[in-house]
């Protein structure tokens, strides 16, 4: 089974999406799924952001995953979260 996509942040780390963080995401940070590229906000990029290192790091809280991305990685960090969500949702097509 696939660990992840690697995204480079304190350090490596690997976001990973599966129903359960679709779940959570759309449950518990009412974000939907279907509508993730029309609500792209700074909170909505740390919420999943957060949902998608759960897997990698149980233990992180969310505003620690606030304290990885600053100015200098936002642009990598978005990159890679549009990557991993890319291959999911290509995989619900």
């Known amino acids: 089974m696939k660990k992840g996509t690697l995204i ?7 976001l990973k999406f ?16 279907d509508k993730l590229e029309k609500e792209f906000s700074m909170e ?12 990698d790091d149980p233990t992180l809280t969310f505003e620690e995953v606030g304290e990885l991305v ?5 642009q990598v960090v978005v990159e890679t979260l549009a990557r991993s969500l890319g291959g999911l949702q290509q995989k619900t097509k």
């Open 18 to 33: 599966n129903l359960n963080s679709i779940r959570i995401l759309e449950k518990e940070h009412n974000i939907s799924f």
């Open 8 to 14: 480079k942040l304190d350090r490596d780390r690997y």
């Open 70 to 74: 600053d100015m200098s990685n936002i």
């Open 44 to 55: 909505s990029i740390q919420k999943i952001l957060y949902v998608g290192l759960l897997k």
